[in-house]
C-alpha cells in the first residue's frame, strides 16, 4: 500500500460517501416536508367543502326562519290564502334570488303537500311525502331543519322552518332552498379550489322531473352518476372516473396528472337531511408549485452536494499533498543524503512547516550534524 496514492482514495471516498449520504438523507427529508405540505392541503380542502356547505345549509335555515316569524306570512298560510301569500312574499324572494343565491322558496301544509312554490307559483298541490323526508320530518316535529335534498327542479341545500298559525297552532312549512352552482363558485373564487357535484343518477332521474334535462346528458355521466354542476369540467372529467366514485361512504384522496400536472384530488360524500348518500363532491387544487419547488430543491441540492464534494476532496489533496507528503519527500531525501557525498538544499519554507514535521526536520539536522561531526573525527585520527 502506497499512502501516497491510497490515503488520498480513502480521505476521497469517505468524502463521497459522507456528503452522498447527508444529500439523500436531505432529500428525503424534504420529501417528507412536501408530503405533509400536500396533505394539510388535502385535509384544508375537506374541511373548506364541509364548512361552507354545512354554513350554505345554515344560512338557508336563518332566511326560512325569519320568512316564517313573519306575520302576514303565518296568517296567509294558516288561512290557506294562496293569492295573500304570494303578494307577501314575492318581492322578497325577488331580492334574496339576485342578491343571495336563493333559487327556490317553497310552502308545505302538512304533512308534506306542496301549497306555493315562489319559483313556480302555477305548480302547487302535490305530495312531497315520497322524496323529501326533511318537509316530512319537520311538519311532523315542528322543529327547523336543515340539510340537503333533491327536489322536483333538483339537488339544493334547503333550511325549512315550521310555520306557526296566529292562533298558536301548526299551519305548516317553509324551505329555502339554495342551489349548488353559486356556493361552489364562491369557493373557487375565495380559495382557488376547482369542484364538481356529482349525484346518483337513479334517484334524480326520478326525483328532480323539473330539473333542466340537458343535466342528464351522456356527457355529463360518470359510472352510476351525473355531473350535476362543475367549475371546470373539462379538468375535471381527467382527474375523475367512475372508478373514484364507485364507493364514496368516506372522504377519499389521491394525486393525479392533467396536462402534464400533478393535481391533488378528494371525493367528499354528500349525504341528504335524512343521512343518505345521494353523490359526492370532487375538490382538486394544483400540486404543481409545491412539486415544482421539490424538484428545483433536489436540483440545488445536487449541486450544492457536488460543490462540496470539488471543494473537500480539494482541500483533502492540498493537506495530503501540501502538508504531508511533500514535506516528508523533501526530510527522507535529507535522511538518505546522511553519511554520503551528496548535497541536499535546505528547504526555504522549513519555518512553515507542522510542529510535527518540524520536529521531524530538526532531528534529520540533528542526526545528520552528529554523523558529519563523527566522520570529521575520524578524518581527523586518520591523518
Known amino acids: 500500500m502506497k499512502f501516497r496514492r491510497d490515503a488520498p482514495v480513502a480521505l476521497i471516498t469517505a468524502v463521497v460517501l459522507v456528503v452522498g449520504v447527508l444529500t439523500v438523507a436531505s432529500n428525503l427529508l424534504f420529501g417528507g416536508m412536501t408530503t405533509a405540505v400536500e396533505r394539510s392541503q388535502v385535509q384544508l380542502m375537506s374541511a373548506i367543502i364541509s364548512f361552507n356547505l354545512d354554513g350554505a345549509s345554515g ?115 317553509v324551505e329555502v332552498g339554495m342551489d349548488f352552482g353559486p356556493v361552489l363558485d364562491r369557493l373557487k373564487a375565495a380559495y382557488g379550489l376547482d369542484l364538481t357535484l356529482f349525484l346518483d343518477e337513479a334517484p334524480l332521474r326520478q326525483t328532480a322531473t323539473g330539473m333542466d334535462p340537458t343535466v342528464l346528458a351522456e356527457q355529463n355521466r360518470v359510472g352510476s352518476t351525473i355531473k350535476y354542476y362543475s367549475t371546470d369540467w373539462d379538468l375535471m372529467r381527467t382527474l375523475v372516473t367512475a372508478e373514484d366514485l364507485r364507493v364514496h361512504d368516506e372522504a377519499s384522496d389521491y394525486v393525479r396528472k392533467a396536462a402534464g400536472k400533478p393535481y391533488g384530488v378528494i371525493i367528499v360524500p354528500v349525504r341528504g337531511a335524512s343521512g343518505e348518500l345521494l353523490g359526492a363532491v370532487a375538490v382538486t387544487q394544483s400540486f404543481a408549485p409545491t412539486r415544482g419547488a421539490a424538484g428545483r430543491s433536489l436540483v440545488l441540492q445536487g449541486l450544492f452536494a457536488l460543490f462540496a464534494m470539488i471543494v473537500l476532496v480539494g482541500v483533502v489533496l492540498v493537506v495530503v499533498r501540501g502538508f504531508l507528503l511533500r514535506p516528508l519527500r523533501a526530510i527522507s531525501a535529507r535522511f538518505a543524503a546522511i553519511g554520503t557525498d551528496e548535497t541536499v538544499e535546505e528547504d526555504e519554507d522549513d519555518d512553515r512547516l507542522s510542529v510535527e514535521m518540524a520536529e521531524l526536520a530538526a532531528e534529520q539536522k540533528r542526526i545528520a550534524a552528529l554523523v558529519a561531526a563523527q566522520g570529521a573525527g575520524r578524518r581527523g585520527r586518520g591523518s
Open 59 to 173: 344560512n338557508a335555515l336563518a332566511r326560512a326562519e325569519i320568512i316564517a316569524a313573519e306575520p302576514e306570512v303565518r296568517a296567509a298560510l294558516a288561512r290557506q290564502d294562496r293569492p295573500a301569500l304570494l303578494a307577501a312574499t314575492s318581492g322578497m324572494f325577488a331580492t334574496q334570488k339576485d342578491k343571495y343565491g336563493v333559487t327556490q322558496v317553497q310552502f308545505h301544509t302538512a304533512p308534506a303537500t306542496s301549497f306555493l312554490r315562489l319559483q313556480a307559483p302555477e305548480r302547487f298541490g302535490d305530495d312531497l311525502s315520497g322524496f323529501r323526508p326533511i318537509v316530512v320530518a319537520v311538519n311532523r316535529e315542528q322543529t327547523a331543519k336543515k340539510g340537503m335534498e333533491t327536489a322536483r327542479s333538483g339537488p339544493a341545500i334547503f333550511g325549512v322552518a315550521p310555520i306557526t298559525a296566529p292562533d298558536g297552532g301548526h299551519a305548516g312549512s
